[in-house]
Each structure stands twice: as structure tokens, then as C-alpha cells.
């Protein structure tokens, strides 16, 4: 497998020289700069690459994440045919450059969401967390949505009342703070009241108003994508479940077959990201891999251990609910079978996914859930069970 490693841009505090000092060869980024819905101009993609090809490697731009939808064409509102057109541009501008794997996902408005940024471990360094009673209490009591109550568990609601009586202030912004910390890049940050704005021209839509609009944006951009050779892989929900009103609708096995049957194409793949996958858990993860395996375009690997009112929280790698070696072994032996056909060179990407804040993480400002040790523990955790089953296999 292609060990990669997200680094943000050129924004980003962690440098290509400390990358290139992991070991991993790929690097996953985006023009974050970029607003949603512009095209990626070719002169930008091979500005980026270069100041990869620059830095200590061999290093390359292996993955870009994301290739951002623009939300009309999520909702399927209004004239979406220049939208398509620079969505295909931006494809093949990519490809033109010889970037040809893209991750993006189908998750309205919101991007992965954590209640919690720094929850702190028994022997210290800090994870990201969902907690049900906190998002619940973000929910029903500071965006006072209609409906909220009917969406949380008993546990998760009385967890709220709790919070109602007892947060300050500084607990509301700390968790709006953390709710919108996943929106990668560059892009414009919600408050209370922005949200409620940015949430109302979703009111009333479905799961199947959205699944129509994805079907849509598919017919439209795969067989393009798959005429110059990209590989787009949708990346699940994160948390896989419906939140705040809004429908989700890639978040376990069904509704990944039935988004790769929508256009069946080699170019229509999945990002099979552990970590969104295993936060529910009616979703078997390995059994997942090996199910879509040949789909399967990038992986992110990374753990949770779930809690019984619907929290998580991010686990080391090698911990947490996933058999992690189970679900590598599946995925090299996709490798495998790829081999076997003649496509030795197609193998996965995997990055280490989001990583506990550790040591000198602690001190260092970084993306939130992508700190520099925490990762590189991570990465070399991962190394070890892949050099680990290969062994095995030669013998
Ligand atoms: C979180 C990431 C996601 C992912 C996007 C892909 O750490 O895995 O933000 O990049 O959902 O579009």
C-alpha cells in the first residue's frame, strides 16, 4: 500500500520537509483556496505539485481531498449546468497534471463533526470526540431546532437537560468551536446564527431528495472522470448518521451499493475511511472492505471505540472497535487480485487518519485531529501490521 499523509497546503504548519521525515511517499491535499464550485486551473495544480516534486522525497501529489461539491448541486437547487461544467474542468485539469485519484464526500453543509477537540486520555495527549449529550444539547437547546428532540436518545437528552442547567458561555463557544472545526481549509466558519441561516434552505429535504441530487452529479461527472482516467472515491459520513436535519445518505453498506450502482463505473469508487465506517455500529468495517474491495481507491485508517448512547471517541490506531489488521489484510489483498490482473501499480493510497495530539503536539497549533506525532505514531503503527501480514504471506 502507498503510505500517504494529508498536509493542508501551504497554510498548513506541518512542512513537506517534516512530512518527507515520516516516510510516507504520497501526498493527499487540495487548493483549499479555491471557493467550492471554481475550477481548479491547471497552472494552480502544477504550481502545488511542483512544490512538492521540491521538497525531500520522492514525494507526489498522489490524492486530492477534497474535490469539493458545491451545496446546490447537494441540493439540487437552481442552474447547476456551470457548476458540472467546472467540476468536470477541474477534473480534467487534474488529470492533465497526472492527479488522478479524488476523494470528495455528500455530507450537506457540515463535514466530519466532533463535540470535543481535546478530550484528554488516561496517560495523557488528547483525542477527538463525539459526545450524543453534547450534540444533543447544540441541537435542541442552542439552535432550538424543530424536531431536534425526536432525533437523540433518552441518554443523550437527559444528558442535554443537564447541560442546559449547568453550561456558560465559554462551554457554548468551545463546543460551536468544535462543531465547525471540521470544514476543512480556508472555508467560511458558521455561528449559531449563520448555521440556522445556512440550515433553513434544507428544511424538508430528504434522504432520497439528496440521494437524487447525488445520483445527478454522478451521471454527470463519472463519465468524464472515468474517459481521463480519475478515480473519484466518496468519502462516508462522519458521524454516519442524520445530523442536525440534515439527511445523510453514505454511511453504511447499503448505502454504498446502492451509490456504486448508480453509475457503475470503475471511475464511481469508495474512500473507505475506517474511522466514519466504524463510529455505527451495524457497520462491520473489514467486512465492508472486502465486500466493495474493488471499488475501494484510498483508505483512511483510523479507530474509534463507540459508546452505547451513540458517543465515540478516536482510539489509537491499533485500538478502538475495527480489527485493524483485518481490515489491512482485506485491502492487500484487493492489492493482491490486482496484481494478479495485471494492474501491479494500482495499488491503494492509505493515509494514517486523524491521530491522537501527543508530546510536543501539545504545544504546537495544527489542524484539529491532525497533529504531527500523533499521526506519525499512527502512520508507523500501520507500517508495522502491513510489513507484519506481508511477511507472512512470502512465507
Ligand atoms: C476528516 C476527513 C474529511 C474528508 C472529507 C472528504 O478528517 O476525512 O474531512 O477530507 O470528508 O471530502
Known amino acids: 500500500m502507498m503510505e500517504s499523509w494529508r498536509w493542508f497546503g501551504p497554510l498548513d504548519t506541518i512542512s513537506l520537509d517534516e512530512i518527507a521525515q515520516t516516510g510516507a511517499t504520497g501526498i493527499v491535499t487540495a487548493l483549499h483556496e479555491v471557493p467550492y464550485g471554481e475550477v481548479w486551473t491547471r497552472?494552480?495544480?502544477?504550481?502545488?505539485?511542483?512544490?512538492?516534486a521540491e521538497a525531500p522525497g520522492p514525494m507526489h501529489w498522489a490524492v486530492v481531498e477534497s474535490l469539493p461539491i458545491h451545496e446546490d448541486i447537494k441540493r439540487g437547487a437552481g442552474g447547476l449546468t456551470a457548476l458540472f461544467a467546472n467540476y468536470r474542468q477541474s477534473l480534467a485539469n487534474l488529470a492533465a497534471e497526472g492527479v488522478t485519484t479524488v476523494c470528495y464526500n455528500f455530507m450537506p453543509l457540515l463535514d466530519w463533526t466532533r463535540?470535543?477537540?481535546n478530550a484528554a486520555l488516561p496517560r495523557g495527549g488528547h483525542a477527538l470526540r463525539f459526545d450524543a449529550g453534547e450534540?444533543?444539547?447544540?441541537?435542541?437547546?442552542?439552535?432550538?431546532?424543530?424536531g431536534a428532540e425526536a432525533d437523540w436518545s433518552d441518554a443523550a437528552r437527559t444528558r442535554a437537560e443537564d447541560m442546559a442547567r449547568t453550561a456558560t458561555d465559554a462551554d457554548r463557544e468551545r463546543l460551536v468551536n468544535a462543531i465547525m472545526a471540521g470544514l476543512p481549509g480556508a472555508y467560511a466558519r458558521y455561528d449559531v446564527e449563520s448555521l440556522c441561516a445556512a440550515l433553513a434552505p434544507w428544511a424538508g429535504i430528504t434522504a432520497d431528495d439528496l440521494r437524487a441530487a447525488y445520483r445527478t452529479f454522478l451521471q454527470e461527472v463519472i463519465p468524464t472522470a472515468e474517459e481521463l482516467g480519475v478515480r473519484m472515491c466518496v468519502h462516508p459520513d462522519d458521524p454516519p448518521r442524520p445530523l442536525l436535519g440534515l439527511p445523510r445518505i453514505v454511511s453504511n453498506a447499503e448505502d454504498i451499493a446502492a451509490i456504486l450502482e448508480m453509475v457503475e463505473s470503475p471511475a464511481n469508487g469508495l474512500t473507505l475511511c475506517a474511522g466514519s465506517l466504524g463510529a455505527n455500529p451495524v457497520n462491520d468495517v473489514p467486512a465492508i472492505a472486502r465486500r466493495f474491495a474493488s471499488h475501494i481507491h484510498f483508505a483512511h485508517l483510523r479507530n474509534v471505540a463507540k459508546e452505547p448512547d451513540g458517543s465515540f471517541q478516536e482510539a489509537a490506531h491499533l485500538e478502538g472497535d475495527t480489527d485493524m489488521p483485518a481490515l489491512i489484510a482485506a485491502l492487500l489483498d484487493e492489492e493482491a487480485r490486482r496484481?494478479?490482473?495485471?494492474?501491479?501499480?494500482?495499488?491503494?493510497?492509505?493515509?494514517?487518519?486523524?491521530?491522537?495530539?501527543?508530546?510536543?503536539d501539545l504545544t504546537r497549533k495544527t489542524h484539529p485531529g491532525y497533529p504531527l506525532v500523533g499521526r506519525l505514531r499512527g502512520l508507523a503503527e500501520l507500517r508495522g501490521v502491513i510489513a507484519g501480514l506481508n511477511h507472512g504471506r512470502a512465507t
Do not use: E
Open 43 to 52: 497552472q494552480d495544480i502544477a504550481a502545488r505539485k511542483a512544490l512538492i
Open 115 to 117: 463535540t470535543t477537540l
Open 135 to 146: 450534540m444533543a444539547y447544540f441541537d435542541i437547546h442552542m439552535l432550538a431546532r424543530d
Open 339 to 360: 496484481t494478479a490482473q495485471g494492474r501491479p501499480d494500482d495499488t491503494i493510497p492509505m493515509r494514517p487518519d486523524h491521530g491522537h495530539a501527543l508530546v510536543s
